[in-house]
């Protein structure tokens, strides 16, 4: 997979994406398979902000049944199953507690109800290809099961818990990563750090206003290009509707209400099991086990600011810490616990009017998770141009399903979709235990973790990705040895990354190819060893070395206060003093 602009400029598409999140890469990846000529473009790198930022949860959504949503909860779970047959590597099923309180609504009978329709909504959920991956229907467990698999619990009022299961990535970066591959395979041209400026647009008597393309600036060297193609996708995510602007001089025809989660990881807290918890102060989270550690998340507050400043700010994480607190008053989860962190903003679609209008603010816990596909020239008279609006990581295929026939129906073709039956790049494995046996015998040299940790990561591609450190003399051994003692990556998969997956930043490599920082710092011998080989592969002098430290450094601290923030310590400040004054 190479990145190419120049290229990309003097080739017509049929379909040119902007976004390289999992909505962009699945609709690229549906759309090559059906055989349209289709160019992907991403102002950062590849599923670095939404898509990278998630729960690493593939589920149905059980709480959308109390919204009546049945219709999202049905496509969410048959979704599931898709990709578990479609991604074997990546996608796996994960036990979840469910604890029960009292009669109400968060008791026993009322969940057991719930959770039987949950089960009767998934009633194709063993037509998996890999007996491993056949999901139990839910069951009950006593109060005393349930505080020995969690002690952690709220005890007051506790009257048991429900299990149930959905499922969990292993690595949703890679993942979406692995169906811009998939594209690429079948035709499709992709590039990152190309940040689309604007749209060609065409006038006729005939056809109206019609956008023909889009202008493209390369972010490494500062050129413009120009990418022609028959339709654009708006797939871009947050930033959907400011795209959508663009095109309709500043006022998007359809609004995105920002939805922050964060996220934060800990030691391993839970063992093999995830919760769902019901907190009174901060509503719903999970914690969740995931490489030997546990993630607790997700937040859920409307995000106003440019999506491109989101961070995590100190105030984030002392809030959410108060929540989980809440939630499970035995863990006692302190700052000092928390090894790292990470955010993602959800786009929703904005269905009620604007904040002010009826003196209400956006509510993005209760906002639909549901996906729009929106054509622009009935309505807006703008020929074309597709958006996608909203959707969620599970149901990300389905929606590019949808976009692409909408996309063909506009062309005047047709052709069948067949992501829901066709392996990702690197899903052609069979039984995962035994392919993962397998490769441990073919390769006993590097550790049975390692060989555990590349089938993971890339499936039935590893022996692409160890053939990497043959392609130049001398490599071999060098390229074979671990970064780091405590995180199974080898050297090799940092060559490959730069060579074959258009990683370009530390960043890249350390989040989104290899994982390296996906737990928190790996340390700086870890970092100067990536380094080390990037500055060979790509020509860095010490000034670029310098900025690519800084910069990957960053995403591992907190960001400074908010201006609210800072309103708010200084009021308290001010309180406080006023009580000792008085």
């Not at 670029?544 to 200084?570: C, S, V, Y």
Request: proline content about 4%; glycine content about 10%.
């Amino acid at each position: 997979m190479q990145r190419d602009l120049t290229k990309m400029s003097a080739t017509p598409y049929d379909l040119i994406i902007v976004g390289g999140g999992i909505t962009g890469a699945s609709t690229a990846w549906d759309a090559a398979l059906r055989g349209l000529k289709v160019a992907l473009l991403e102002k950062e790198d590849f599923a670095h902000a939404t898509t990278s930022g998630s729960s690493k949860l593939v589920h149905g959504g059980l709480r959308y049944l109390v919204n009546g949503e049945l219709k999202l909860v049905r496509e969410s779970l048959r979704e599931r199953r898709i990709w578990e047959n479609t991604a074997p590597h990546m996608v796996h099923p994960l036990p979840f507690i469910l604890p029960t309180y009292g009669w109400g609504m968060k008791g026993g009978p009322v969940l057991s109800i719930g959770l039987a329709f949950y089960d009767l909504l998934s009633y194709d959920r063993n037509f998996v290809s890999d007996d491993d991956k056949k999901i139990p229907g839910f069951r009950t467990v006593s109060r005393e099961e349930a505080l020995k698999l969690m002690p952690s619990l709220k005890r007051d009022g506790l009257t048991g818990a429900k299990i149930y299961y959905d499922c969990q990535m292993f690595a949703p970066e890679r993942l979406c990563l692995e169906c811009i591959e998939g594209a690429v395979e079948y035709g499709a041209d992709a590039a990152n750090y190309a940040e689309v400026t604007d749209f060609v647009i065409e006038s006729s008597i005939d056809t109206g206003r019609r956008i023909a393309g889009v202008h493209v600036k390369d972010r490494f060297t500062g050129e413009t290009h120009m990418i022609r193609g028959k339709l654009v996708i708006n797939a871009a995510g947050p930033w959907a509707d400011t795209l959508m602007g663009l095109a309709e001089g500043g006022k998007p025809a359809r609004r995105l209400i920002r939805s922050k989660g964060i996220h934060i990881i800990t030691r391993e807290i839970s063992g093999k099991n995830a919760l769902a918890i019901q907190s009174d102060i901060g509503g719903h989270f999970f914690v969740i086990p995931w490489r030997d550690h546990t993630i607790i998340g997700t937040t859920d507050t409307v995000f106003d600011d440019d999506p491109d400043k989101v961070g995590v700010t100190e105030q984030d994480l002392k809030d959410f810490i108060s929540v989980v607190n809440d939630g499970l008053p035995g863990l006692n989860l302190r700052r000092e616990d928390i090894l790292h962190f990470y955010v993602g903003i959800r786009p929703l679609v904005d269905t009620s009017p604007p904040k002010g209008e009826e003196g209400e603010a956006k509510d993005s816990y209760n906002a639909s998770r549901a996906a729009e596909v929106y054509d622009h020239e009935p309505i807006d008279g703008i020929g074309g141009l597709i958006s996608a609006m909203g959707g969620k990581w599970t149901t990300s295929r389905h929606l590019a399903e949808q976009i692409v026939d909408m996309a063909l129906r506009k062309l005047g073709r047709h052709a069948k979709c067949e992501t829901h039956c066709t392996p990702v790049y690197g899903g052609e494995i069979g039984r995962l235990k035994s392919f993962i046996a397998r490769a441990q015998k073919r390769h006993p040299h590097l550790g049975a973790d390692v060989v555990e940790n590349l089938v993971f990561f890339y499936g039935s591609r590893i022996d692409e990705v160890l053939a990497t450190a043959d392609e130049k003399p001398g490599e071999r051994e060098a390229l074979l040895k671990r970064l780091s003692s405590d995180r199974p990556v080898l050297a090799v998969q940092v060559i490959h990354a730069i060579r074959h997956e258009m990683a370009r930043h530390l960043s890249d490599i350390l989040f989104r190819r290899t994982g390296l920082g996906t737990l928190g710092s790996p340390g700086f011998p870890v970092i100067s060893a990536v380094v080390e080989l990037m500055a060979r592969e790509l020509g860095w002098d010490e000034t670029a070395i310098a900025n690519e430290i800084a910069d990957a450094n960053r995403l591992f601290e907190t960001q400074p206060p908010t201006a609210r923030e800072g309103e708010m310590k200084g009021a308290s400040q001010a309180e406080a003093t006023r009580a000792a004054d008085a």
